[in-house]
Every structure is written in C-alpha cells, then in structure tokens.
C-alpha cells in the first residue's frame, strides 16, 4: 500500500521561506508513471496545485506561485520536497503532497494527510 | 486558466437517495482529463473517478461519473451515512495544470 507523509514547520514567520518534505512508501518516486505534487487549502476554502516533479527532472509550477517555489527530488531518500519564499500571511493552509498517475489520466489518487502551515511573527 | 464550477453547493438528502452534482467547465477539458474526489473534515482528499468515468480503486459502484466537452456529472446512488463529505471536480491539462471545482457539500 502506498503511503505519503508530509513533514515540516508548523509555523513560519513572514518573508521566510517554507521548506516540506513529503515521504514515499510502497512505491518509487523513480516510477515513470507518476507525478509528485504539492497542494495546498486555506481553511475552509478550496484546492490549489502549488507544482509537481517527475523522475525526469521535469518540473511544472503554478504560474501564480512559480516565482517562489522549487520542486525537488530525493531518490536516495524517496522523498520529495518543496521550498516556497517569502511567506505571508496568504500562504497559511493545510499543505498535502500527493501523487498524480499517468496511467489514471493524470487522476491524484495517492495523498498524504496534510501538514498545517501558519505565516505568523 | 480552466475556471470549474459546481452545482449546486450543497445538498441534503436521506440514506437511501441519490445524489447527482454538476461540474462545468469554463473550457473544454483535455482528453476527458476530468476527476471527481470526496473530502471529510481533517481529511486529505480521497479520489472517486478519473477519466471523466472510471472509477478509482476500491470505490464502490454507487458512484459514477458522467460527460464530456465542458459539463460534468457525477452521480452517487443509495447514499450511505458514510457518503456525508465535500465533493468537488478536478481538470489536468489546461494551465494551471490543476484546477478545481469549488466543492458541493453532501449531507445525509
């Protein structure tokens, strides 16, 4: 059974940047049938794709977050992480990370179960 | 950028009904690259459909899923207790590469 785990700070102060890691069990992030991505939800609002990484070195951001993110993989750890600068209070939100499947039609049907974020002093 | 809508936002119903929520899409979604998912409270989503119709591994065939070009169905029969939860549309494909509905409430 595959299995996600994001792990971080729960806290961030602003213009800092955030840095996630997402862990991967029962599968390789060397699969070349998958994406690895990073989401995030305010409270009580909806989904948004922050950007994803393949085996590759191919990367694809949010073009509205694309400025302050970086997407990156481990292989010798299977793990994945993200890096998103100059945080503010606009970037506070439960932060997933989730696996997206070619052979699925690109469906995400592996996520981890979030990790919340605040951008406070 | 693909802007998904959905009605409607909420709905309520009894066990043993069934549940049909729309999804349109402001452009027409690539290759029926079109998902449907299912939220609970401090969950992470939870994959129900890809391919516009198919449905996701372990997802009981109460659920199914409907349409192309830009409008969307997806259809949830005999509702369980357990159906209670945020369901929301999903596009790959246009940019961003992700995008999704704002979410109908189901409450049994």
């Known amino acids: 059974q595959v299995q996600m785990q994001e792990s971080g700070p729960g806290l961030v102060k602003p213009s800092q940047t955030l840095s996630l890691t997402c862990s991967v069990s029962?599968?390789?992030?060397?699969?070349?049938?998958?994406?690895w991505n990073w989401f995030r939800q305010p409270a009580g609002k909806g989904l948004e794709w922050i950007g994803r990484?393949?085996?590759?070195?191919?990367?694809n951001y949010n073009p509205s977050l694309k400025r302050r993110v970086t997407v990156s993989l481990d292989t010798s750890k299977n793990q994945f992480s993200l890096k998103l600068s100059s945080m503010t209070a606009a970037d506070t939100a439960v932060y997933f990370c989730?696996?997206?499947?070619?052979?699925?039609?690109?469906?995400?049907?592996?996520w981890g179960q979030g990790t919340t974020v605040t951008v406070s002093s | 950028e693909n802007v998904l809508t959905q009605s409607p936002d909420t709905l309520s119903l009894s066990p043993g009904e069934g549940a049909t929520i729309s999804c349109r899409a402001s452009?027409?979604?690539?290759?029926?690259?079109l998902a449907w998912y299912q939220q609970k409270p401090g969950q992470a989503p939870r994959l129900l459909i890809y391919?516009?119709?198919s449905r996701a591994t372990g997802i009981p065939d109460r659920f199914s899923g409907s349409g192309s070009g830009t409008d969307f169905t997806l259809s949830i029969n005999r509702l369980e207790p357990e159906d209670s939860a945020v369901y929301f549309c999903?596009?790959?494909?246009?940019?961003?590469?992700?995008?999704f509905g704002p979410g109908t409430k189901v409450e049994i």
């Open positions: 989730a696996r997206s499947n070619v052979l699925q039609s690109y469906g995400l049907d592996v």
């Open positions: 029962g599968d390789s992030v060397s699969s070349d049938s998958h994406h």
């Open positions: 990484i393949h085996i590759s070195g191919s990367t």
């Open positions: 452009q027409s979604v690539l290759i029926n690259y």
């Open positions: 391919g516009v119709s």
């Open positions: 999903q596009q790959f494909g246009s940019s961003p590469l992700f995008t």
